[in-house]
């Protein structure tokens, strides 16, 4: 991107103001996201900075959001904060509620999409499979098909079949929604993937199931771990299937921020938003590793 | 082996067991597709029951609605057996009124009621009103009916009966395209006040075209300079685009929220800054700007990763072999550079196109009255005037059109090409 030495006056202006604009287009991708961790520090329940907070008065600044989100629907919020105010907190309190209804959807809509998914990945980059675009595009539509159509058809469809209003319900449907994200990211790492690797273990021996285990997993594990977490983060920030076939005591932490916003909105909603994205934030991090060591595991194959 | 003829067993390559290679090969790979399809099946299975299957049900909702048959089976026999017209006479009204008793026993005359008033407006309460009084009707039921309400009489309300009598019909994609049947049942338009579907679906896909828009205009520029930088730089960089792309909907629709306010950031910042005064306050939020503004940031990822990993391939000495040659820095981006990055513009412009006339949760929070898309409506049908048939019919419509796009994408780009980070 150097700006080459026979570049025109011209040429060099517009070089720098090509590299503002696109300084400008990432302000304007990342300031939001930045924008509301300092808010939900605020002090005063208001959406925007106060005076105090400009000046950088810790008086501007406070917690009481973040302890907003442990004491509300507690029994007794204002308790001394014992081990019994911990126990209400960890029972009643609704968006640790939420959070662990999230956890728990999130972690088997992930079992089921990552497994399934990944076995799928591995018939659809044989080159002998047949139908393989038809498929393909028939698994991946879950991404494409607009989720309030998908949403109304699992709402008719589990009234139906009484699933409606169940955990296993919501699972299911989060499942799907979350695999195609394991398909696309696990086919992508098995196109680098050296099939000779596998003919080479069983010339030696290996049973095709050691084969798998000992060979092929290790080398594809981080585009499974990759559409593992995006299957996760698909259930996780999941809502409007949520609020069509889910009953009401299966909260979830993304519906309980569409109450919030849609209803009381208050900066809780911040202070859960800024624990959201410093998920993110990690998320981001162990993919990133994931990312170097599967090139690190290319670097060594010959493929 | 027993199955090979002896006259052919003669200059034939032989497999190890003594098979024809021939037949060994073609059964080795009827057994690999096998095994690959075995591989696949499972998960096939599981998106059909769980995707394929529900929505396929709802799509038949779309054009069947058994409400009126399945409560009023006599008045619809009746119906079935008259040519369209034929005046009712005492034995249908006699029906009519047994049923009307006996759905107003059973508490399902407002479903019947409400069936009939999707086709006409204001005619719910003429059932529910008769229901209440058809236990003490006495013939002529005609008469009768007349007395409790004069439009008992009318040819249009025995017409729209007619049409809802089938379990099966088009109504609700009459409906949903702002056309109705009129009194002899051919196909008009709805009065100009009440045509709501055609003119959302065209907001829709223009609003979704000019965030397609927006999308390609943010996205060009920086998916260029990440392509062009060195990796160590544009690997940092990266993460500016791809830590939106991971964080929840709900925290950047949140986050628009709280700045588009008109007590929110931006918005005091202009105040504060004295660019505006305190009663010019901008309005960006509950319309159709706060929706293009949030969904253009929320697609924005979408358009740059498929840009950037084709400009990743473009090869550089190709604008520099261009430039040696007397071409401007212009010429050399309008004739040899841009036209390498059009799979990526297609692909990414498909992309966000598909995802944004599909949307639901952000023109729901940020997007207020004139800002709402075909998707609210569909939500708005199941949940609030349950019309369901209306919202099946107005889902099909949005899956086909998104289906087609989708079909286009796969031609064009390929949905094994798809990359995400």
Redo the contacts between chains.
């Keep these: 991107m150097a700006l080459p030495i026979y570049a025109s006056p011209l040429e060099r202006a517009w070089h720098y103001t090509y590299l503002v604009i696109c300084a400008l287009i990432f302000l304007f991708l990342i300031a939001p996201i930045l924008i509301i961790i300092p808010l939900s520090f605020n002090a005063e329940a208001y959406f925007t900075f106060s005076e105090k907070m400009l000046r950088l008065d810790p008086e501007g600044y406070s917690l009481r959001w973040y302890d907003r989100l442990l004491t509300f629907g507690m029994v007794a919020p204002d308790a001394p904060r014992d081990a019994a105010w911990w126990s209400d907190v960890w029972h009643n309190a609704s968006w640790v509620r939420a959070a662990k209804n999230s956890l728990i959807i999130g972690f088997f809509a992930t079992l089921i999409a990552t497994v399934l998914g990944t076995l799928a990945a591995l018939g659809l980059s044989r080159p002998e499979m047949p139908f393989r675009r038809t498929i393909m595009a028939i698994l991946i539509s879950p991404m494409i098909v607009p989720i309030i159509i998908t949403a109304t058809g699992l709402f008719f469809f589990y009234s139906m079949v009484g699933l409606a209003h169940s955990y296993v319900g919501i699972i299911l449907a989060h499942a799907t929604l979350g695999i195609p994200f394991v398909i696309i990211t696990v086919t992508a790492t098995l196109v680098g993937f050296d099939q000779s690797l596998n003919r080479a273990a069983a010339s030696l021996g290996a049973s095709p199931t050691r084969t798998f285990f000992q060979v092929t997993m290790p080398l594809i594990m981080p585009g499974v771990i990759s559409g593992a977490l995006f299957a996760f983060v698909t259930s996780f920030d999941e809502v409007v299937v949520v609020l069509f076939v889910a009953a009401p005591e299966q909260q979830t932490i993304p519906r309980q921020m569409w109450n919030g916003i849609r209803e009381q909105i208050s900066p809780t909603i911040l202070a859960i938003a800024t624990i959201l994205v410093a998920i993110s934030v990690a998320l981001l991090t162990v993919l990133e590793l994931l990312r170097r060591r599967s090139e690190r595991l290319r670097g060594l194959s010959p493929g | 082996m027993a199955d090979i003829p002896a006259d052919q067993s003669a200059g034939i390559m032989r497999a190890a067991d003594g098979r024809p290679l021939k037949v060994a090969l073609a059964r080795a790979?009827t057994r690999?597709?096998r095994?690959?399809?075995?591989?696949?099946a499972?998960?096939?299975f599981?998106?059909?029951v769980?995707?394929?299957?529900?929505?396929?049900?709802?799509l038949h909702?779309s054009v069947h609605n058994p409400t009126f048959v399945d409560n009023m089976p006599q008045v619809a026999a009746w119906f079935r057996d008259t040519p369209a017209g034929t005046e009712p006479d005492e034995a249908a009204l006699a029906a009519l009124i047994a049923y009307l008793a006996a759905a107003a026993e059973a508490r399902t005359i407002g479903a019947v009621g409400t069936r009939v008033n999707y086709e006409m407006q204001g005619t719910r309460s003429l059932f529910t009103a008769a229901g209440r009084r058809a236990g003490r009707l006495e013939a002529p039921y005609r008469e009768a009916l007349l007395d409790i309400d004069a439009k008992w009489g009318d040819p249009a309300l025995w017409s729209t009966m007619r049409q809802v009598s089938t379990a099966y019909t088009a109504n609700f994609y009459l409906a949903a395209v702002d056309r109705t049947r009129d009194l002899d049942g051919s196909v008009t338009r709805v009065a100009p006040d009440r045509a709501v579907y055609l003119t959302l679906f065209q907001r829709t896909f223009l609003l979704s075209a000019l965030i397609t828009f927006l999308c390609l205009l943010?996205g060009f520029?920086?998916a260029h300079?990440l392509a062009?930088?060195p990796l160590r730089y544009s690997n940092l960089?990266m993460?500016?685009?791809?830590?939106?792309f991971?964080?929840?909907?709900?925290?950047?629709?949140?986050?628009?929220?709280?700045?588009l306010?008109g007590?929110?950031?931006l918005n005091?910042a202009l105040v504060s800054l004295g660019i505006i005064g305190d009663t010019g306050r901008v309005e960006l939020m509950y319309n159709q700007a706060g929706t293009v503004i949030a969904m253009t940031?929320i697609l924005?990822?979408f358009m740059v990763l498929p840009l950037y990993s084709v400009m990743r391939t473009i090869n550089p000495s190709y604008v520099r072999a261009a430039?040696s040659l007397g071409a401007t820095?212009w010429t050399a981006f309008r004739r040899v550079y841009l036209p390498q990055t059009l799979p990526g513009i297609g692909a990414g412009s498909l992309l966000v196109f598909?995802?944004a006339?599909?949307?639901?949760?952000t023109p729901a929070?940020v997007g207020g009255a004139s800002g709402q898309l075909i998707?609210n409506l569909?939500?708005f049908h199941?949940q609030n005037s349950l019309n369901?048939s209306l919202?099946?019919a107005l889902?099909a419509l949005?899956?086909a059109a998104?289906?087609a796009l989708?079909w286009l994408y796969?031609r064009l780009v390929?949905?094994?090409n798809?990359?995400?980070?």
């Excluded at chain 2, 993460?239 to 939106?244: D, K, M």
């Design positions: 790979q690999a597709r095994r690959a399809f075995l591989l696949v499972p998960l096939l599981f998106v059909l769980t995707f394929v299957v529900p929505i396929g049900q709802m909702r943010l520029p920086i300079l062009t930088l960089l993460i500016l685009v791809l830590l939106p991971w964080t929840s909907l709900l925290v950047r629709t949140t986050a628009w929220m709280v700045i306010q007590q929110g950031v005091n940031h924005l990822p430039r820095s598909i995802l006339v599909g949307y639901y949760i929070l998707s569909i939500a199941m369901w919202a099946a889902a949005l899956l998104v289906l989708y796969d390929g949905v094994d798809m990359k995400l980070g």
